[in-house]
Structure formats: structure tokens, C-alpha cells
Nanobody
């Protein structure tokens, strides 16, 4: 059964960095398009980054140049490197497949990122 487990969130000051991890089981991340999403309180979930099976990446304009999505096939894990964090990046972050690439897998518990001084 497919399972996604996110980790790596925390409290960080503006301008800081975090690396989020999404460990997959029952899913071979090297064969799938994968994405990171975030949801802030009172807002809809939005996709912030995606990576195709071939390694092509896309980013939301709000994170372009600051976030990087990549994967480690040996660890079957997808990462989100987040630099130059801003308070508006505060949200719960989740991984799943991008829209339009198939049915969503069950959502994990997410990992909370809080950017505050």
C-alpha cells in the first residue's frame, strides 16, 4: 500500500533554510512525477514544486529561485530544499503526485514549517 511520510519541518527565522523529506513506500519515486504542496491556515492547498520521472522541475512563482525539488532514488525519497525563507512560506507541507498525473495517493500527515522571528 502506498504511503508518504513527510518530515524536516520546524521553526526558522526569515532568511533561513530547511530541507523537507518525503519518504515513499509502495511507490517508486524514480518512476513517478512527484510534487510538494503546502497549505496555510484558511487557504487552499497549493502546489509549490514538481519533478517529472525524467527530472524536469517546475516551481510556483512564489518560490522560484528559492526552493529546489530533487529526489534520491536509492532512498526512495523526494526532497524540498527551501532557502531564503519568508514568513509567507509558513504552512503545512505535503508531498504527492502532481495534478493530472493520476489519482492522488493518500495524503501524509505533512510537516509544519513556521517562518518567524
Amino acid at each position: 500500500q502506498e504511503q508518504l511520510v513527510e518530515s524536516g519541518g520546524g521553526l526558522v527565522q526569515p532568511g533561513g533554510s530547511l530541507r523537507l523529506s518525503c519518504e515513499a513506500s509502495g511507490i517508486r519515486v524514480r518512476l513517478e512525477a512527484m510534487a510538494w504542496y503546502r497549505q496555510a491556515p484558511g487557504k487552499q492547498r497549493e502546489m509549490v514544486a514538481s519533478i517529472t520521472a525524467r527530472g524536469s522541475t517546475k516551481y510556483a512563482d512564489s518560490v522560484k529561485g528559492r526552493f529546489t525539488i530533487f529526489r534520491d532514488s536509492a532512498k526512495n525519497t523526494v526532497y524540498l530544499q527551501m532557502n531564503s525563507l519568508k514568513p509567507e512560506d509558513t504552512a503545512a507541507y505535503y508531498c504527492n503526485r502532481p495534478p493530472g498525473t493520476g489519482f492522488f495517493w493518500s495524503w501524509g500527515q505533512g510537516t509544519q514549517v513556521t517562518v518567524s522571528s
